[in-house]
């Protein structure tokens, strides 16, 4: 996946509605959010770099969708479908897509089994969005596994900065996913004879 | 047998005098004592039938020692106990496996007036004119189990709330700041300014919010307590607070703490943080032991400056326009939790750079 060169050029702000024009050369961001304002700073925010469409409920995000997009920013509260449901429905229709929540809602410990990529607390600028949007987006040139394991062990680093070790422990979900971490970790090293070594560390290497 | 309640010859009024008179009035000096201590005590035979009650029952059960001797133990039980203790008693008797410790456990009781109160008890078994008894010596501590648990009720409630109110405080936030962001991308470079000060009084919003969570988290009670080392742990708050041009040092050997781990880790946060904050771009902060009474965290700023010292831990507290004020807030309630002792001082050997002493601690 390429990043286009183009400099911000207003489309992200204007191109709120719920299809924009996709220029074929730049990663396609889909903002979801009941926060006309948010979805349009983050639109804004990412217009530098990214094809940015909208969608104000989950609903319209679900209609939205197609293999074109590359990230979807999910809010977790929204009136009608929630984030989580929504969630359910993308990876239901097996889209190649990765999903961050971007959320007020502190990450409970159901988290543990939400399918996502990555968990973005509120509130959240220009900065942090980038980086995040950017390394889900370079996932997309890595053998499956290690998008595997960038997300167990997001959800794991999330889990952990939210609970106490000693509640963690005693909850089944939270173990496996640390078995199901060390069990990719095992494997990434396997595959990743040949590959882009510089950009993988920059990637994973704090996983 | 006779019981044990028949009043002693010789009665339990005595004069210091009398004690030393001989053996048979030591006798009558321990019945005094036990007749007349303020913790109840009530002895039963093998089928739970009070033997003895001392005067403190009156107090304790509102039953007098007369009303409870002949009666069956249970009288003084709530009804849930009844079996549990009869089974305990029999198992017991049989195999000698106690079902209970013996020492210092709470157990509720029924009052005469029906309701439950709280008691510490001791047991004991011992013979008497050739019969197996059991005593139990029993105090009163409804009071203070009732306070705990209101405290316990009233610190869950504040973090309950300080999480509601953050949390819905996150989301217009992060709307406010997505209206700012728009607002620059279009503003003339004067107005501009105006709104970046704006944005930089948002950041300070969250920042409070995620303090005021944090310091919520302090009334917690400390979770599962093991042996840290504190280079460990102060290495790893390192990496979230500290700069570039900052050092961590540790004097040798900085040792290990017995300690919940990531209530420390908070601690550490905020000293280090604070240092980071105050000392001035390249400071050099060291964490070290204090001979096994604790450690410390020392810096090579300016001090506390102007800062007044007695004011430090105070919640809003601050030195600084960065500061929320509540970081050495923070600080004290971990240390308080763990029961330790945070104290400030400026440190003579860096020039007067601050320096936070935490004392008390196991395992140092």
């Not at chain 2, 050739?130 to 010596?137: K, L, M, N, Q």
């Not at chain 2, 300014?193 to 995620?210: A, F, K, P, S």
Request: aromatic share 6%.
């Amino acid at each position: 996946m390429s990043r286009g060169d183009e400099e911000g050029d207003g489309n992200g702000a204007a191109g709120t509605a719920a299809s924009g024009t996709v220029d074929a050369d730049r990663p396609v961001v889909l903002v979801v959010d009941d926060e006309e304002m948010t979805t349009e700073a983050v639109a804004l925010w990412l217009g530098d770099g990214y094809e940015v469409l909208t969608a104000y409920s989950g609903e319209a995000a679900l209609e939205t969708l197609d293999d074109r997009v590359d990230v979807v920013l999910l809010d977790r509260h929204m009136p009608g479908l929630s984030g989580s449901e929504t969630l359910a429905r993308i990876r239901e229709r097996e889209f190649d897509v990765r999903v961050a929540m971007l959320t007020a809602v502190d990450p409970e410990l159901g988290v543990a089994e939400m399918p996502f990529d990555a968990y973005l607390l509120k509130p959240v600028d220009d900065d942090s969005l980038h980086e995040t949007v950017e390394r889900l987006c370079r996932l997309a040139d890595y053998d499956d596994t290690v998008g595997e394991l960038y997300a167990v062990a997001q959800k794991r680093a999330v889990l952990e900065s939210e609970h106490p070790p000693g509640i963690l422990e005693e909850n089944e979900e939270y173990r496996t996913l640390v078995e199901e971490h060390e069990r990719l970790q095992g494997e990434t090293r396997e595959v990743t004879g040949g590959m882009d070594w510089a950009g993988f560390e920059r990637l994973v290497g704090d996983l | 047998m006779s019981s044990p309640n028949a009043p002693p010859d010789g009665g339990s009024d005595l004069a210091p005098a009398d004690i030393a008179a001989g053996e048979f009035l030591d006798r009558a000096f321990f019945r005094s004592l036990v007749d007349n201590g303020s913790d109840a005590i009530v002895t039963i035979n093998e089928d739970s039938e009070i033997l003895y009650a001392n005067r403190a029952t009156e107090r304790v059960f509102g039953h007098s020692p007369d009303a409870l001797v002949g009666e069956p133990l249970t009288t003084i039980m709530p009804e849930r106990f009844h079996d549990g203790h009869h089974e305990a008693i029999a198992a017991y008797v049989r195999t000698g496996v106690r079902k209970l410790d013996w020492s210092g456990i709470q157990l509720p009781a029924r009052h005469a007036s029906g309701e439950e109160i709280q008691l510490d008890i001791t047991f004991e078994e011992h013979r008497y004119e050739g019969e197996r008894v059991f005593s139990g010596i029993m105090r009163d501590v409804t009071e203070r189990v009732e306070r705990t648990r209101r405290l316990e009720r009233q610190t869950e409630q504040l973090e309950q709330f300080a999480s509601v109110v953050s949390h819905d405080l996150r989301d217009p936030l992060q709307a406010a700041k997505a209206g700012l962001a728009l607002a620059r991308s279009r503003a003339s470079d004067d107005v501009d300014d105006t709104l970046g000060e704006v944005e930089t009084r948002l950041d300070r919003m969250n920042e409070l919010i995620e303090d005021v969570l944090e310091l919520a988290k302090r009334g917690r009670a400390i979770g599962e307590t093991e042996r840290v080392e504190l280079r460990s742990v102060a290495g790893s708050a390192w990496e979230t607070v500290g700069t570039d041009a900052a050092t961590l040092a540790f004097a040798d050997p900085p040792g290990a703490v017995e300690a919940d781990e990531e209530r420390l880790l908070a601690l550490f946060e905020n000293l280090l943080g604070n240092a980071v904050e105050h000392g001035g771009p390249d400071v050099r902060v060291e964490v070290g032991g204090l001979d096994g009474a604790g450690f410390y965290v020392a810096d090579d700023g300016p001090g506390f400056g102007a800062v007044d010292p007695d004011r430090l831990f105070d919640h809003g507290y601050t030195g600084s326009d960065a500061g929320t004020g509540f970081g050495l807030s923070i600080v004290e309630g971990i240390a308080a939790a763990h029961g330790w002792t945070v104290t400030a001082t400026e440190d003579e050997d860096r020039n007067g750079g601050a320096r936070f002493e935490v004392t008390g601690v196991s395992g140092a």
